[in-house]
């Protein structure tokens, strides 16, 4: 089976009534009204561990109430929590930050979690990679 030094997943989370809209028609609200989503129990079962190699990174998109759960996944998956590699601040075409209702917040940006595994320092080449992208969400499907 061919290893991986990357691994870049953006898992279907399964975020239940955790999320809230004030826009029920807004086609970005609701993931599972677009794709199987899956479960944290899941997700940690999934054999990324066996596709990854000794030493390999993975980048994984998670949102800020699957924080705890994403790095859950992330152990399971064989990697350690290292940082926040970026985070995707939406933009609507005008410029305007995109924002959803959360349950105790308003939502306008993604998270990529970083883990390692192994010796990865030795290809380390900069610290200074920036970590808030801010581009302007597709307006086609969900997540797309």
């Not at 870049?8 to 809230?20: C, K, L, S």
């Not at 949102?63 to 939406?90: H, P, Q």
């Not at 959803?100 to 990529?112: L, N, P, R, Y």
Request: net charge positive; with cysteine.
């Amino acid at each position: 089976m061919k290893k991986y030094q990357i691994i870049y997943a953006d898992p279907p989370w399964h975020r239940g009534q955790r999320m809230m809209s004030s826009n029920k028609s807004d086609p970005h609200v609701e993931a599972n009204r677009h794709y199987p989503t899956m479960r944290k129990e899941e997700l940690c079962a999934l054999p990324v561990n066996k596709l990854a190699a000794k030493d390999s990174a993975l980048f994984m998109w998670t949102t800020d109430s699957n924080l705890d759960e994403a790095i859950e996944v992330m152990r399971a998956w064989g990697f350690k929590y290292k940082t926040v590699a970026f985070i995707w601040l939406k933009k609507e075409r005008s410029g305007k930050q995109v924002c959803f209702m959360g349950c105790w917040t308003m939502k306008q940006a993604e998270i990529v979690l970083f883990g390692t595994r192994g010796r990865m320092t030795q290809y380390l080449k900069s610290r200074k990679v920036r970590q808030l992208v801010e581009a302007e969400r597709n307006r086609g499907r969900h997540s797309q």
